[in-house]
Nanobody, 125 residues
Framework: QVQLVESGGGLVQAGDSLRLSCAAS????????MGWFRQAPGKEREFVVA????????YYADSVKGRFTISRDNAKNTVYLQMNSLKPEDTAVYYC??????????????????WGQGTQVTVSS
């Protein structure tokens, strides 16, 4: 089992920056990929960004490319999401996810086996 705990959400204004953290514990050696998804009220959970744990390859949704950056600290088993130039449409609950089966598309919700509890990000205009 893998446990994921997100932190760093909050209320910011448009144009501001925010950094989210996701700390993994448990069987972290089994993780192949880690990603961030978000879910706005009344909408489906959508892919934001992911990183392959060994290669460091990254994958971004078009809506955040150039504004968001995923990074990692393997020693701390932590993944970060740096969000710059935030927009009101970025408002959502952000979830960290881990894939320990190396199956499916990196952008697919069903690919990920473990999920954090989510952290709220609210961007005011």
């Amino acid at each position: 089992q893998v446990q994921l705990v997100e932190s760093g959400g909050g209320l910011v204004q448009a144009g501001d920056s925010l950094r989210l953290s996701c700390a993994a514990s448990g069987r972290t050696a089994s993780i192949y990929r880690m990603g961030w998804f978000r879910q706005a009220p009344g909408k489906e959970r959508e892919f934001v960004v992911a990183m392959a744990r060994s290669s460091g390859n990254t994958y971004y949704a078009d809506s955040v490319k150039g504004r968001f950056t995923i990074s990692r600290d393997n020693a701390k088993n932590t993944v970060y999401l740096q969000m710059n130039s935030l927009k009101p449409e970025d408002t959502a609950v952000y979830y960290c996810a881990a894939d320990s089966s190396f199956k499916g598309s990196v952008r697919g919700r069903d690919t990920y086996d473990y999920w954090g509890q989510g952290t709220q990000v609210t961007v005011s205009s």
